[in-house]
T-cell receptor
Framework: ETGVTQSPTHLIKTRGQQVTLRCSSQSGHNTVSWYQQALGQGPQFIFQYYREEENGRGNFPPRFSGLQFPNYSSELNVNALELDDSALYLC?????????????FGSGTRLTVV | GQQLNQSPQSMFIQEGEDVSMNCTSSSIFNTWLWYKQDPGEGPVLLIALYKAGELTSNGRLTAQFGITRKDSFLNISASIPSDVGIYFCAGRKGTSGTYKYIFGTGTRLKVLA
């Protein structure tokens, strides 16, 4: 059973650019959630995808968008990057409603916006 | 965005000591969770609590779901160096199929050998 894999591990972008982060879900998991974790803070929920559709969203602007693919891998896209977007971005995969112990986090992508 | 309040923010303890930390919220949750995050890694679930008043143990860890459903506590007994890390509480909200997790601000634990 593979874990949750995120790529790239680190990334540096310039303010105003666009970025795409990727997440490969744990085998058999049909739900993926994305979180933003600023330095010294807890993770903040961005959104969740189930069967390729967004089914929950936190307080993030529309320039944060996502995709889930038929193989349940996922992308997080951020447009018009701002300095405050610098953070660790985590994805978590699960099998819908199968319980909290199946909610598995990846190691994250560290995004730095300069 | 909403975050739960955790205290203390950080603590230094001697190996072998017991540790206590807590988490409070202005809103009610039906599920409370405690995670540990090591540097360069994602959070890993330690304990889940599903009922007000519930007390659950996982090895040296014990957590309690507050009666008001607005708080939770985590205790670590006889700490060891590998307990170092950041501990997050999280409340789960939403309905079936739309759950989301609200995380606390974290308690950073350092253990002195």
């Amino acid at each position: 059973e593979t874990g949750v894999t995120q790529s790239p591990t680190h990334l540096i972008k310039t303010r105003g650019q666009q970025v795409t982060l990727r997440c490969s879900s744990q085998s058999g998991h049909n739900t993926v959630s994305w979180y933003q974790q600023a330095l010294g803070q807890g993770p903040q929920f961005i959104f969740q995808y189930y069967r390729e559709e967004e089914n929950g969203r936190g307080n993030f602007p529309p320039r944060f968008s996502g995709l889930q693919f038929p193989n349940y891998s996922s992308e997080l896209n951020v447009n018009a990057l701002e300095l405050d977007d610098s953070a660790l971005y985590l994805c978590a995969s699960s099998l819908l409603d199968r319980g909290v112990y199946g909610y598995t986090f990846g190691s994250g992508t560290r995004l730095t916006v300069v | 965005g909403q975050q739960l309040n955790q205290s203390p923010q950080s603590m230094f303890i001697q190996e072998g000591e017991d540790v206590s930390m807590n988490c409070t919220s202005s809103s009610i949750f039906n599920t409370w969770l405690w995670y540990k995050q090591d540097p360069g890694e994602g959070p890993v679930l330690l304990i889940a609590l599903y009922k007000a008043g519930e007390l659950t143990s996982n090895g040296r860890l014990t957590a309690q779901f507050g009666i008001t459903r607005k708080d939770s506590f985590l205790n670590i007994s006889a700490s060891i160096p590998s307990d170092v890390g950041i501990y997050f509480c999280a409340g789960r909200k939403g309905t079936s199929g739309t759950y989301k997790y609200i995380f606390g601000t974290g308690t950073r634990l350092k253990v002195l050998a």
